[in-house]
């Protein structure tokens, strides 16, 4: 009897792994496990973009157009690269006053948050028309992709520099890649503005 007991003690663990491994759906090991969830794009490195967080991201470039003045040097993307905040007007990047458009396009790599689905990006300008408040046309793109539609912002004028939002839905991006976002001033207006700094925020 005792001998018995042993045996069967002996085997169950067999017996129990063996069960696992077919049905492969109580026992995440059997589908390389809890303890690597990487392995298979789980919990921590994403699998489709569901657990990508929120991030916030500066310019890291400038796009192809660049009509508009750095406040110092010739890289545009630098002068407006201090977060949401800005560095109250330190370093900004302004057009000049004309009514005929002025574009400028800036990148940003959003390839920090890791590899997610992004169905949402927040453009926030902080800017000032220096003449009287105007229209700005924003749109954005990823890669080599076509511009979306464009959103309107109205940047204030006679004052100081205030935050302006445009929000882009229903977006089907994937990162890693760059994101490029384009400002375009209002042809009807004769625009003398500052922009004091360039964010993006990516959603999954």
């Known amino acids: 009897m005792i001998k018995r007991i042993l045996i069967i003690l002996l085997l169950f663990p067999c017996l129990a ?9 109580t026992d995440p090991a059997s589908v ?31 796009g192809t157009i660049t009509s508009w003045t750095p406040s ?10 201090d977060g949401r905040a800005g560095d109250g007007d330190a370093t900004y990047i302004y057009s000049a006053n004309d009514s005929n458009p002025i574009v400028e ?5 959003i390839s920090s948050p890791g590899d997610c689905d992004i169905a949402a990006i927040t453009v926030y300008v902080k800017c000032l028309e220096i003449d009287g408040a105007a229209n700005y046309s924003v749109y954005i793109k990823a890669d080599a992709g076509a511009y979306t539609s464009a959103e309107t ?4 004028g006679f004052g100081s520099t205030s935050e302006q939002t445009a929000v882009f839905t229903g977006l089907s991006y994937t ?30």
């Open 105 to 109: 396009e800036i990148v940003f790599d």
């Open 72 to 81: 110092a040097g010739s890289d545009d993307y630098l002068m407006i690269d």
């Open 175 to 204: 990162t890693p890649q760059a994101v490029t976002v384009k400002v375009e001033n209002d042809a009807t207006t004769y625009a003398n503005g500052l922009i004091d700094a360039l964010t993006i925020e990516v959603t999954p």
């Open 17 to 25: 792994w063996a069960g696992f491994s077919v049905d492969g759906v």
């Open 32 to 62: 390389d496990g809890v303890a690597e969830p990487a392995s298979v794009g789980g919990v921590d490195s994403d699998y489709g973009g569901e657990t990508c967080a929120n991030a916030v991201v500066v310019p890291t470039s400038d």
């Open 153 to 156: 912002i109205t940047c204030p």
